[in-house]
C-alpha cells in the first residue's frame, strides 16, 4: 500500500484530535519519547539505525536513486533532522507543515530494483511513501532509541517502554502509517522488529553495501578516526546476520572497547545534568515552551553536530 495524500491527512486530523496542547507538539516535556530520546546520546545508535534501515532493499534503492547524501553530506542531514526535529518538537502546527513537506518529497520518490535481493526479486517496484518501508524506518528509530538506553544503563519504570511505544505511534502518523500496523505495546514491537530480522525481506543489497561503506568513511581509501567510531558502535547494536552483511569490522577487542565506553558513558549520564546533554531541538522547545527565546548554545551544538558528519564520511 502506497500512503496517499489523502490518507496522510486523514491520519494527521486524527492525530489532532488525540493532541490536547498543540503549543507542546505531538509528545510534549512530560512525555517519555522526551525523556528517553531527547538527549544528545541517541546519536550514538545513528549508524545502527541507518544500516537497519539500509538492511531493506526498497529503502536502499529509494536512497540510491534519488537522494544526495553523497555530493551533499551536510545539506543532507540538516534538511533529515530538521524536518524530523519539526515533527518531534515543534508546535502541532510545524509538525504537521513537516509532515506534508516529507510526503511530497517522498511522492517523487519511485522506481524499481536492479537486483534479486533476498526476497525482493530485480524489478520489484519501490516507492517511498509505501506503508511497509515507511513502517520498518519508523521502527527502527523507535528502536533504536531504546537500543542506546539499555546500553547505557537506563532503568525503566513500569509501564514505560509501552508508554513509548504507543507515543511513538503519534510520530508515524505524521508519515501516515495506517494504525493497524502500529505496536499497541512494545512487546508488540519487538515482535515486529524480531520476525523482520529473522526474514529475507531484510538483505543487503550492493547499493546499500555501497552506500554502507561512504557514511561510514570506507569508501577512500583511509578510514576517518569518526568513521572507525560509528562503524565499531553500528557493529555492536547490529544483529551478527546483518554485520557480516555489511561486511563491517568487529572484533573481541572492539567489543570489550564498546561494552566499556557504555558503562563509563551510562555512569556519566546519571551524573550530568539534562540541559547539558539535551539535542538542541528539545533545549529549544523546553525553552520555548518556557516562554524564553532561542539559545545560541543550541544553535552552535546543532552546527557542530551537522559538522561532525563531514569526518565520519571522510567526505
Request: proline content about 5%; some cysteine; charged content about 20%.
Amino acid at each position: 500500500m502506497v500512503v496517499s495524500r489523502d490518507d496522510l491527512e486523514a491520519a494527521l486530523a486524527a492525530l489532532v484530535a488525540e493532541v490536547s496542547d498543540p503549543c507542546a507538539g505531538i509528545h510534549g516535556p512530560h512525555s517519555a519519547s522526551w525523556r528517553l530520546a531527547g538527549d544528545l546520546g541517541v546519536f550514538l545508535g545513528g549508524g545502527r539505525a541507518a544500516l537497519l534501515q539500509l538492511a531493506h532493499p526498497m529503502v536502499a534503492y529509494a536512497v540510491d536513486h534519488h537522494s544526495r547524501a553523497r555530493s551533499d553530506v551536510i545539506g543532507r542531514f540538516q534538511r533529515t533532522f530538521r524536518h524530523v526535529f519539526a515533527m518531534a518538537y515543534g508546535e502541532l502546527d510545524d509538525a504537521i507543515a513537516a509532515a506534508r513537506r516529507v510526503h511530497a518529497i517522498h511522492a517523487r520518490v519511485h522506481g524499481e530494483t536492479t537486483d534479486t535481493v533476498g526476497a525482493w526479486p530485480a524489478g520489484t517496484r519501490y516507492h517511498a511513501n509505501d506503508a511497509d518501508a515507511l513502517r520498518w524506518v519508523h521502527a527502527t528509530l523507535t528502536d533504536t532509541v531504546i537500543a542506546v538506553r539499555v546500553r547505557l544503563g537506563y532503568r525503566f519504570a513500569p509501564g514505560e517502554l509501552d508508554g513509548y511505544a504507543l507515543e511513538m505511534n503519534r510520530f508515524a502518523m505524521l508519515f501516515g502509517i495506517p494504525r493497524e500496523l502500529l505496536p499497541r505495546t512494545w512487546a508488540e514491537h519487538e515482535d515486529y522488529m524480531s520476525s523482520m530480522l529473522a526474514s529475507d525481506r531484510l538483505a543487503v543489497a550492493p547499493v546499500a553495501l555501497e552506500m554502507s561503506r561512504f557514511l561510514l568513511g570506507r569508501g577512500g581509501s583511509t578510514q576517518p578516526p569518526l568513521g572507525r567510531v560509528a562503524e565499531v558502535l553500528a557493529a555492536a547494536m547490529l544483529p551478527p546476520r546483518l554485520r557480516c552483511g555489511f561486511e563491517l569490522t568487529y572484533s573481541r577487542v572492539d567489543h570489550m572497547l564498546v561494552d566499556a565506553a557504555f558503562a563509563t558513558l551510562g555512569r556519566l549520564y546519571e551524573r550530568m545534568p539534562r540541559r547539558l546533554v539535551a539535542i538542541p531541538a528539545h533545549s529549544e522547545a523546553t525553552r520555548r515552551l518556557a516562554g524564553k527565546p532561542p539559545s545560541e548554545v543550541a544553535a552552535w551544538t546543532e552546527r557542530t553536530l551537522f559538522g561532525l558528519s563531514r569526518h565520519v564520511t571522510g567526505d
